[in-house]
């Protein structure tokens, strides 16, 4: 029976939150072994001047551990 860790992970985008999300996840693949699942448990903008110029999330990944 797989062994799954959870590790919390932060990621910014000038676009959007579903692209913070998706560079996110993708860095976390290049890193982790079998990536099944992440959960968003923050959202953040940061603001200048009245407008939005970073999306950030939080995130907490689930992923296999092999051995």
Known sequence: ???AKVTEIS???K??????IAKGIE???K??????????NEMKV??????????RVNMKVT???KG
């Open 11 to 13: 990621a910014t985008s």
């Open 15 to 20: 676009t959007s939150f579903d692209n913070a």
């Open 31 to 40: 890193t982790l072994d079998e990536v099944k699942g992440a959960w968003v």
């Open 46 to 55: 940061d603001v200048e001047d009245g407008k939005i110029v970073n999306y």
């Open 27 to 29: 860095r976390a693949n």
């Open 1 to 3: 029976m797989p062994v």
């Open 63 to 65: 992923f296999i551990l």
